[in-house]
């Protein structure tokens, strides 16, 4: 299929046809304009007349008369009957001058020099004037062209602008394409790169149901150049563009297409420049018509995401509410009779604690998906953290299993800028999981440094370590070891949480064997430097 | 230890009133309980409890704003009980006077524990200021002065206040604003945003290893408190 129009040259309005010539005739430019029949016959008749007329009493008259009324008559018949007429009756003028009123009479040979200089004289203003005519003509006509497309413009820019929605703009548009350019039918298919094809818009409004030829107007927006088809093509086949009976154009915005406009006329549509020019002003309108209509449509889906944000807010809250209330009753009860001796208290109130961790999974779940995880950074010092860790880890601790921390007490204490609960919360699941692997009576070594911009600590254990080919995986949410049976431990949320939480504070958090067997775990988050007082 | 007069539960949920009633009735002779804020304020006005236990997620008034009606009525501790793990929620009550918070669930144990020593702080503090030693630590209020294993120990001025205003708390959790108010004297311009590292060379010097402190504990984003009595 070959493009009907050169691309970069704005499609235009076609009048090939004797219908649309008539509607569209105030758009026509006639530089080549064929006068009526009628014309010639009429200003032939008046040059006839005025001929017989001079001869019969041509001893009488002056050759300037003569000369005059010709002029007349060659003025008249260019302004009514155009530039041919006036020409043709300026070169039969002449020779009648010379034929008939000019000694020698009836011969064409010139007798005095000074006769060269009058036919001469009559035969240059005649033409001069009949193209200055011709000229002024063609220019009111153009005047009148550019002043109804202009018109037409600001009453479509005025539509897309002030239409309540945005898709009664583009009808409107659309009912304003169709009866400007006479095509009878007048379409718009609205476009995007990620959501394809979209509803039809029409002269009545949106058509959900009506299907679109999708690879035709996929192909069109997707190469942003026009395409043509003749009915008797069938779809798909090559035409070019004299002849098109249906015209799929691209509707672009900041060389984005948003859409495709398809035309369809029972003959072939072909469009002159002028009308190239107005239908390539008339599908920018369509287009910022169609993006308007998309802008708003982003703006009603943000505020609905904005109100499931506040909704999903309230949810959290409230389920943590809800379900922490009847935990908290069963934890309670369970622990007293627990205390007067019920053994099965105790597993009451054992599996009451592992409900609390789910529900605590859940809402970090959920959190973790809706970015909900608020930071707020501070000035905080890398001691505070680590001693903070180490304390919370130490009901861990068991199987003569410790904690060995590596601190550098002499230099000035590292400051970084990082959430501590956050932070806290990273180290705490490092030094969690570091603990469970160790084996018995080993150590798991904590550790900050300051490397260029960045605070480093380190987790290192030497338990099994991580095969390379996890050592991403472990990261992302829901991983569990392979060997681990299902009921361990929680949701495997853990890790891609804490990664998570080092990132949204322009953090870090990566993986790495440890020399010699076992696993290192690395945080970093941004260091500081502050001026002690 | 005495047991003390009375103490007021405002909660709720009959359930959580009926275990932490069974949780404290060691700790207590009388036990107050109100469900609604109103009538725990009411009852707190007339009875004057020697410790109060809050819960946040009242029916008719907002949690924050109960602690801080009986702050102003009572001088007793106050103990929250909240179902929500946010820290920014515990820096509001600790500034609204609360003493301690507890998120739910809890353990009873726990609950007891802090109830006693919050009751034991309430009475001491009343005391005069005397020496107090911690871990080694001993500190001399009236003399500014720091020893540990009879060698005494230098402190910058800010250090000193500090130190000075988290063991005069007793053990209570105070709040970063708490403690810039107390040292700084809400004197803005002063590089208040620094706590934290004045508080790790404080440490440096007073802590057995400042890694892994005992005396400044951190309580992650809500403050610091001094490991006084617990």
């Known amino acids: 299929m070959t493009t009907a129009l050169p691309r970069g040259a704005p499609p235009g309005a076609g009048t090939s046809l004797g219908r649309l010539r008539e509607r569209l005739a105030s758009l026509d430019i006639p530089l080549t304009q064929t006068p009526p029949r009628l014309a010639w016959f009429f200003w032939l008749a008046v040059l006839g007349i005025g001929t017989f007329a001079m001869y019969s009493v041509q001893a009488r008259i002056d050759q300037a008369h003569v000369v005059l009324l010709y002029l007349l008559i060659v003025l008249g018949a260019s302004a009514s009957g155009g530039r041919a007429l006036g020409l043709t009756l300026a070169v039969v003028a002449f020779i009648l001058i010379d034929y008939l009123f000019?000694?020698?009479?009836?011969?064409?040979?010139?007798?005095?020099?000074?006769?060269?200089?009058?036919?001469?004289?009559?035969?240059?203003?005649?033409?001069?004037?009949?193209?200055?005519?011709?000229?002024?003509?063609?220019?009111?006509?153009?005047?009148?062209?550019?002043?109804?497309?202009?018109?037409?413009?600001?009453?479509?820019?005025?539509?897309?602008?002030?239409?309540?929605?945005?898709?009664?703009?583009?009808?409107?548009?659309?009912?304003?394409?169709?009866?400007?350019?006479?095509?009878?039918?007048?379409?718009?298919?609205?476009?995007?790169?990620?959501?394809?094809?979209?509803?039809?818009?029409?002269?009545?409004?949106?058509?959900?149901?009506?299907?679109?030829?999708?690879?035709?107007?996929?192909?069109?927006?997707?190469?942003?150049?026009?395409?043509?088809?003749?009915?008797?093509?069938?779809?798909?086949?090559?035409?070019?563009?004299?002849?098109?009976?249906?015209?799929?154009?691209?509707?672009?915005?900041?060389?984005?297409?948003?859409?495709?406009?398809?035309?369809?006329?029972?003959?072939?549509?072909?469009?002159?420049?002028?009308?190239?020019?107005?239908?390539?002003?008339?599908?920018?309108?369509?287009?910022?018509?169609?993006?308007?209509?998309?802008?708003?449509?982003?703006?009603?889906?943000?505020?609905?995401?904005?109100?499931?944000d506040r909704l999903k807010d309230n949810l959290l809250a409230s389920v943590s509410h809800d379900l922490r209330t009847p935990l908290t009753t069963i934890k309670a009860l369970a622990q007293t009779a627990a205390l007067r001796g019920d053994t099965a208290a105790a597993a009451i109130e054992e599996q009451a604690d592992r409900l609390t961790r789910l529900v605590a999974d859940l809402l970090d779940l959920s959190r973790m998906k809706g970015d909900a995880f608020r930071v707020t950074p501070d000035i905080n010092t890398a001691e505070d953290l680590i001693g903070a860790a180490q304390r919370q880890a130490q009901g861990l601790l068991g199987d003569g299993k410790m904690i060995r921390t590596v601190v550098d007490l002499e230099s000035p204490a590292l400051v970084g800028r990082f959430d501590f609960t956050h932070s806290l919360r990273i180290l705490g699941n490092l030094l969690e999981n570091a603990l469970r692997y160790t084996p018995a009576a080993g150590s798991v070594e904590l550790g900050v440094r300051r490397d260029g911009d960045a605070l480093v600590f380190t987790v290192a254990d030497n338990g099994p370590g991580i095969p390379a080919a996890e050592s991403e995986r472990i990261f992302q949410p829901f991983y569990r070891h392979a060997d681990t049976a299902p009921d361990v431990g929680r949701a495997?949320?853990?890790?891609?949480?804490?990664?998570?939480?080092?990132?949204?504070?322009?953090?870090?958090?990566?993986?790495?064997?440890?020399?010699?067997?076992?696993?290192?775990?690395?945080?970093?988050?941004?260091?500081?430097?502050?001026?002690?007082? | 230890m005495d047991k003390a007069a009375s103490i007021l539960i405002i909660e709720d949920e009959p359930q959580i009133r009926v275990a932490v009633r069974d949780a404290l009735r060691e700790v207590a002779d009388r036990i107050g309980e109100a469900a609604t804020g109103a009538e725990g304020l009411h009852a707190a006005a007339s009875e004057r409890p020697e410790l109060v236990v809050l819960d946040l997620g009242l029916p008719d008034s907002a949690g924050v704003d109960v602690c801080r009606e009986l702050r102003r009525l009572l001088t007793s501790p106050i103990i929250v009980l909240s179902a929500r793990h946010s820290e920014d929620?515990?820096?509001?009550?600790?500034?609204?006077?609360?003493?301690?918070?507890?998120?739910?669930?809890?353990?009873?144990?726990?609950?007891?524990?802090?109830?006693?020593?919050?009751?034991?702080?309430?009475?001491?503090?009343?005391?005069?200021?005397?020496?107090?030693?911690?871990?080694?630590?001993?500190?001399?209020?009236?003399?500014?002065?720091?020893?540990?294993?009879?060698?005494?120990?230098?402190?910058?001025?800010?250090?000193?206040?500090?130190?000075?205003?988290?063991?005069?708390?007793?053990?209570?959790?105070?709040?970063?604003?708490?403690?810039?108010?107390?040292?700084?004297?809400?004197?803005?311009?002063?590089?208040?945003?620094?706590?934290?590292?004045?508080?790790?060379?404080?440490?440096?010097?007073?802590?057995?290893?400042?890694?892994?402190?005992?005396?400044?504990?951190?309580?992650?984003?809500?403050?610091?408190?001094?490991?006084?009595?617990?």
Not at chain 1, 184 to 207: A, L, N
């Open chain 1, 102 to 308: 000019q000694p020698p009479y009836n011969e064409f040979a010139i007798g005095k020099p000074l006769d060269w200089l009058v036919l001469l004289a009559f035969l240059t203003t005649a033409i001069v004037a009949t193209q200055l005519l011709a000229r002024a003509r063609a220019e009111a006509i153009e005047a009148r062209a550019r002043a109804i497309e202009v018109t037409s413009l600001s009453r479509l820019a005025s539509e897309t602008l002030n239409a309540g929605r945005a898709e009664d703009a583009l009808v409107r548009m659309l009912e304003v394409i169709q009866s400007t350019l006479g095509v009878s039918g007048c379409v718009i298919w609205p476009w995007s790169p990620d959501r394809g094809v979209g509803e039809c818009i029409t002269r009545d409004g949106i058509e959900p149901k009506r299907r679109a030829p999708n690879p035709l107007v996929q192909r069109v927006a997707e190469r942003g150049e026009p395409l043509t088809l003749s009915v008797d093509d069938g779809l798909g086949a090559e035409h070019s563009a004299p002849g098109a009976r249906e015209l799929f154009l691209p509707l672009g915005v900041q060389s984005r297409v948003v859409g495709v406009l398809a035309l369809s006329d029972e003959q072939p549509i072909v469009f002159d420049p002028p009308k190239q020019r107005f239908l390539a002003a008339l599908t920018y309108y369509a287009a910022l018509g169609i993006d308007r209509a998309r802008l708003v449509r982003e703006a009603e889906h943000a505020a609905a995401l904005r109100e499931a």
């Open chain 1, 492 to 533: 495997g949320l853990g890790l891609s949480i804490a990664r998570r939480l080092a990132e949204i504070q322009q953090g870090s958090l990566t993986y790495e064997p440890r020399p010699g067997g076992g696993s290192v775990f690395v945080l970093t988050l941004p260091a500081v430097d502050i001026e002690e007082d």
């Open chain 2, 89 to 230: 929620e515990k820096v509001l009550l600790l500034n609204a006077g609360a003493d301690d918070y507890v998120t739910k669930p809890f353990s009873v144990l726990e609950l007891a524990a802090r109830a006693r020593a919050q009751l034991r702080r309430a009475r001491s503090s009343a005391a005069a200021p005397s020496p107090v030693t911690l871990h080694g630590l001993t500190i001399e209020p009236a003399t500014r002065r720091v020893d540990r294993d009879g060698r005494q120990i230098h402190l910058t001025p800010i250090e000193w206040q500090i130190l000075h205003t988290l063991v005069t708390a007793g053990g209570r959790t105070l709040t970063h604003q708490q403690i810039f108010d107390a040292v700084w004297s809400r004197q803005f311009g002063s590089p208040q945003q620094y706590l934290r590292v004045h508080i790790t060379n404080l440490r440096r010097k007073i802590e057995s290893d400042p890694a892994s402190p005992r005396i400044v504990i951190t309580e992650p984003g809500v403050g610091y408190r001094a490991d006084v009595v617990r």
